[in-house]
């Protein structure tokens, strides 16, 4: 059965779900177009604000009719309205850096902890192309090499990278109807949409359905018990980001940026949001620092140098690290070794270790 009759067949299950008001929610004005892959069906409804406990019923006979067309597929279906996030904050006060040590953990957001999981932390960047994906999976495997229990939530539903980079293959399973059971790789637990697509399958979901995606990869997966779990953001400060930081305990977020203004000033704006959201600054990470010439031995300032520490000083937050611009990163990640895996007590690795001695300095601290 093709896709295109797949979905024609979960909207005609649909006619038999009816909505407040009556009528079928196959034929109900906010049904989002149904979207199916290789291991979900995904849609969304579109209510008025205040409606959205009276379309539970709906969501939950939805999901059943999806079920039944497709019982092997994981349903998403995210209930969406018009209104403004009451708690959203765009007339905070500060500027990066302001109330954003490890122990500020107070927020006007009605946030949750994730059960199993003792903290998140959020790895973020205002610009894409950083190395943020490469960050967050050798700083999760540095966290463990020092003894910690950590996962991996690929929260880039638009370019998920996590896979290729920790070497994942096959579809994810389920440990029951309800939960995800995540992959592992390297000895982390992962988590990603990306095994969920066709190679080269785009997702082409508007953000309400991408941030109630997300919280199903977060919420519905048995995480078992981990000490860190670390998310890996989209680029950008949208709907996910906000959406995390709305709904989510998280101990706080490490931003990357490579040492040129450009990127920089994205940089900063991904830190103003988490500012404005009540969400900690644990630091700054400078990736693609600098580049050794393996021939020569030379060293090469390629996107200048110091822009990121200097601007940690200038915002008044931890300055973290610097990590290099080197072939065997970019070689290993893209053969989903990364270089913990490989060359553990090397140097291009040390440099990630060092990060994670101070992030977990600033756990002991909270």
Not at 122 to 130: D, I, P, R, Y
Not at 153 to 164: E, R
Request: net charge negative.
């Amino acid at each position: 059965m093709s896709d295109s009759e797949k979905v024609a067949s979960v909207r005609a299950a649909l006619k038999n779900v009816t909505v407040p008001g009556g009528g079928s929610l196959a034929d109900y004005s906010g049904l989002s177009d149904i979207i199916i892959t290789p291991s979900a069906i995904a849609f969304a409804i579109s209510v008025e604000p205040g409606m959205e406990g009276a379309f539970g019923p709906v969501q939950a006979a939805a999901t059943e009719a999806a079920k039944s067309c497709e019982p092997d597929k994981k349903i998403l279906i995210s209930i969406t309205s018009g209104r403004a996030p009451s708690s959203a904050a765009p007339g905070a006060q500060g500027g990066p850096g302001a109330n954003s040590g490890p122990g500020n953990q107070q927020s006007a957001m009605q946030t949750s902890p994730v059960k199993g999981i003792k903290k998140i932390i959020a790895v973020a960047s205002g610009k894409g192309g950083v190395g943020k994906s490469t960050c967050s999976v050798n700083l999760a495997l540095a966290l463990q090499s020092l003894g910690m229990k950590v996962g991996v939530l690929d929260a880039d539903l638009y370019g998920p990278s996590i896979p290729k980079l920790l070497g994942l293959d096959g579809k994810p399973a389920f440990r029951d109807e309800k939960m995800f059971k995540p992959f592992e790789g390297h000895g982390l637990k992962a988590m990603s949409i990306g095994p969920m697509l066709e190679p080269d399958q785009a997702v082409v979901w508007r953000g309400p359905m991408a941030s109630s995606a997300l919280r199903q990869l977060l919420r519905e997966t048995d995480w078992g018990e981990l000490d860190v779990l670390v998310i890996d953001l989209p680029p950008g400060t949208g709907d996910i980001q906000i959406s995390l930081c709305q709904q989510v305990e998280l101990f706080g977020a490490v931003i990357v940026s490579t040492p040129q203004d450009l990127a920089l000033i994205d940089a900063k704006k991904a830190m103003d949001m988490f500012v404005r959201m009540k969400i900690p600054l644990l630091g700054l990470i400078e990736n693609m620092s600098y580049f050794i010439a393996p021939d020569t031995g030379n060293r090469y300032d390629i996107f200048g140098h110091g822009g990121a520490k200097d601007t940690a000083s200038e915002l008044k937050i931890p300055f973290l690290g610097e990590i290099p611009l080197h072939m065997k990163i970019r070689e290993l990640s893209d053969a989903g070794t990364p270089i913990l895996t490989i060359e553990p007590t090397g140097e291009q690795a040390q440099a990630f270790t060092d990060i994670a001695e101070k992030l977990m300095d600033g756990f002991e601290q909270a």
